[in-house]
């Protein structure tokens, strides 16, 4: 059984979309280990109501030794937080999933996560946002793009409305970009992602 590890820094409500999946079959793949640099992220809470081993991990090689241990083969984050290091991004090369709540390139790199994401697409005034889920990469959101799915922002009166309409497509767009991941439909050449 493929395994993956999935790191989070908040709610988990993504974290929360992969456990169901994976627990209903539809992802063919079983969830090893759920990490959080952060001790009180509900994520880790939402693992352990699941069953599913749940860890605050804060030094790297803890980190590495921790997958190495569980056997994981890709990571996923969803909303985590913290710097993901070389030699990770080494061990796990085109291994290692994020999901970004907007439609890469716009509104992505340094210092856009979160609601500063959703802040300037409203400032910005766009119509249309989305998600991307894409492979990590030294370079922040800079990593080969997997999927991504567009949604009409048009009516949305606020930043945190833009969060709440762009989260609704993440629950559907990361599992389904795992689910393809597991099953080695998803080839990388030359930074550019081909679904088999
Ligand atoms: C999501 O919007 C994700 O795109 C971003 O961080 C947020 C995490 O939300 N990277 P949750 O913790 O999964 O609810």
Do not use: W
């Amino acid at each position: 059984m493929v395994k993956f590890a999935v790191f989070v820094s908040g709610g988990g409500t993504n974290l929360q979309s992969l456990i169901d999946a994976t627990q209903s079959g539809h992802i063919d793949a079983e969830i090893a280990l759920v990490v959080s640099n952060r001790i009180k992220a509900y994520g880790l809470e939402r693992a352990r109501n699941a069953g599913i081993k749940a860890e605050c991990i804060k030094d790297d090689a803890l980190l590495i030794q921790r997958l190495k241990e569980e056997n994981v083969d890709f990571i996923v984050l969803a909303g985590y937080l913290a710097i993901i290091s070389d030699e990770l991004i080494e061990l796990y090369q085109n291994k290692i999933i994020n999901i970004h709540p907007s439609l890469i390139p716009a509104f992505a790199g340094p210092g856009f996560y979160g609601l500063h994401v959703h802040e300037h697409a409203y400032k910005r005034g766009v119509k249309v946002s989305g998600a991307t889920v894409h492979f990590v990469s030294p370079v922040v959101d800079g990593g080969p793009i997997i999927l991504q799915k567009a949604v009409d922002i048009s009516h949305c009166q606020s930043p945190l409305e833009i969060q709440e309409t762009v989260l609704k497509i993440e629950h559907t767009l990361l599992p389904e970009a795992v689910k393809l991941f597991a099953e080695g439909r998803v080839q990388v050449e030359n930074e550019r992602v081909t679904i088999i």
